[in-house]
């Protein structure tokens, strides 16, 4: 996360555009935003089209689903290639592709390794008209999956200057790889400097849900833990929460205070054949935050 020299976003092509400012998605516009120097970040926009009825599965007379499907696939590219000229004019360094594929998340991952990103970029989207935040299947699928930095993005922009905060369970009460805090508060820091914001680095635990044991010890293990850990880090005090709360509500409950933007949060793969797992804090919370979410996964997932 420190250099971000390739960045992918994911483009729903089918998607009008024209009302939304300079004619580009939001998730588009971020990225854009995280580009530091034109020359030496590339952009690569992808779009995965896939529709049952244009599939060798669907079974109907009278239509040459070969060419639906060429005309469709053109479409979207058409979509994409208007974008570009138009950022190349700018000055960035992008190109796009356009797949076939079905599901559409192993296509996403295989075009984001082989592209070598650096962060990949995808709006939640398919539930906005519903006002709904829970992620769609396919944003889960990439959760899970995808083994590069992954940014989910909502509608809302980002405020200047951008705030950042990170969760973090320097007790590892979850079984987390040793370093993965570490992981997630240098990218978390990093992400918040680069776009001249600042880092909150949270911390919840609930010492009622531990009613036996004796008053105030709880908090001094998690006190004692959680400075232990910022003092690798270079963030000032102010910026480090250790909320008594339970960490769902916690995470929800700071969001609102600190106005955040983004919330940074780890994933977790268990073994070579498991799907990655985010634990049932960070599932509630993915699922209902309204914010853009940024999911980094142990170097070894």
């Not at 592709?97 to 075009?111: C, D, F, G, Q």
């Not at 990093?190 to 680095?201: L, P, S």
Request: net charge negative; with cysteine.
């Amino acid at each position: 996360m420190e250099n971000l020299q390739k960045i992918m976003v994911v483009i729903d092509a089918n998607e009008d555009y024209s009302n939304a400012p300079d004619g580009l998605p939001i998730e588009l516009r971020k990225a854009l935003q995280l580009v530091q120097d034109k020359s030496q970040t590339e952009l690569k926009l992808i779009s995965v089209g896939y529709e049952r009825y244009l599939s060798h599965s669907f079974r109907s007379i009278g239509y040459d689903y070969t060419k639906l499907r060429q005309e469709y696939v053109t479409r979207l590219k058409d979509a994409m290639d208007k974008m570009v000229e138009k950022l190349s004019a700018d000055g960035y360094s992008i190109s796009c592709e356009v797949a076939w594929a079905h599901p559409r998340y192993e296509a996403i991952v295989k075009m984001a390794e082989e592209f070598g990103a650096d962060l990949l970029i995808q709006h939640c989207r398919a539930f906005a008209k519903l006002k709904n935040d829970q992620l769609t299947h396919e944003s889960w699928n990439l959760v899970k999956h995808c083994p590069l930095p992954l940014l989910l993005v909502k509608d809302a922009d980002w405020f200047e200057p951008l705030t950042v905060m990170v969760a973090v369970d320097p007790v590892h009460s979850h079984n987390k790889p040793l370093r993965l805090d570490h992981k997630l508060i240098t990218s978390a820091d990093t992400f918040a400097r680069n776009m001249g914001g600042k880092c909150h680095v949270i911390h919840a635990y609930a010492e009622s849900a531990r009613p036996f044991a004796p008053a105030g010890q709880i908090k001094e293990e998690h006190e004692s833990a959680f400075k232990e850990l910022m003092s690798d880090f270079d963030i000032p005090a102010e910026q480090c929460h250790l909320v008594d709360d339970d960490p769902v509500d916690a995470i929800h409950s700071m969001e609102r205070t600190l106005g955040a933007d983004v919330v940074v949060m780890g994933a977790i793969s268990r073994s070579r054949f498991a799907e990655a797992l985010v634990g049932s804090t960070a599932e509630s919370v993915l699922d209902y935050v309204k914010i853009d979410i940024l999911i980094i996964k142990p170097s070894d997932s």
